[in-house]
């Protein structure tokens, strides 16, 4: 079973600041495979990325993906006040999926 | 529009049963690949089952398997899961949540608003 570690657990920052968000992988993910997840509280989750990079349909364009093999990025390039939430990453190995523990952003 | 909608939670004591049920609609149902994914109390996201589109092939998350199943009926745009055993560490919030790939998406595009399973005496 591939691992996620998504880091930091917790981001302080303020709006209009960057936001960038770290998932590793514990052996080798196809970017294929790679989504990102945004869920606020109350609420099911929204795919944000997939195919570590492609932004579905509706995301602005602050948010962005990034990367490959077992390093993989989520950037919000301006938080906006609606962006603080918590962020998963999430990949598929043989149609068995596995999520990153969370990163929370949070207002500073 | 697409939609998803869960029911079927619950109370129930351990050792027992549920069946949640997801009722799809505002695509073509048949033509995508299922997944339940929880999520407990003040905790992040766990895939629980899939199933792909013609209900012939299934896979499990090890802590279900063997415990839960999962199926659906395309003549009725209709996805379950059969829980038995039910133990305290399965209270959570059920999603379910169709995998886009039918639409060229790699990922989980739409989600239900989850249902809500309790295991406790």
């Known amino acids: 079973e591939i691992v996620l570690t998504q880091s930091p657990g917790t981001l302080s920052l303020s709006p209009g600041e960057r936001a960038t968000l770290s998932c590793r992988a514990s052996q080798s993910v196809s970017t294929n495979y790679l989504a990102w997840y945004q869920q606020k509280p109350g609420q099911a989750p929204r795919l944000l990325i997939y195919?570590?990079?492609s932004r579905a349909s509706g995301i602005p364009d602050r948010f962005s993906g990034s990367g490959s093999e077992t390093d993989f990025t989520l950037t919000i390039s301006r938080l906006e006040p609606e962006d603080f939430a918590v962020y998963y990453c999430q990949q598929s190995d043989r149609s068995l999926l596995t999520f990153g523990g969370g990163t929370k952003v949070e207002i500073k | 529009e697409v939609q998803l909608v869960e029911s079927g939670g619950g109370l129930v004591q351990p050792g027992g049963s549920l069946r949640l049920s997801c009722t799809a609609s505002g695509f073509i149902f048949g033509g995508y690949w299922m997944h339940w994914v929880r999520q407990g109390p003040g905790k992040g996201l766990v895939w629980v089952s899939r199933i792909n589109a013609d209900g012939r092939t299934t896979a499990y998350a090890d802590s279900v398997k063997g415990r839960f199943i999962i199926s659906r009926d395309n003549a009725k745009n209709s996805l379950h899961l059969q829980m038995n055993s039910l133990r305290a560490e399965d209270t959570a919030v059920y999603y379910c949540?169709?995998?886009?790939?039918?639409?060229?998406?790699?990922?989980?595009?739409?989600w239900g608003l989850g249902t809500q399973v309790t295991v406790s005496s």
């Open positions: 949540a169709r995998w886009g790939l039918g639409s060229g998406i790699y990922g989980l595009d739409y």
């Open positions: 195919g570590a990079s």
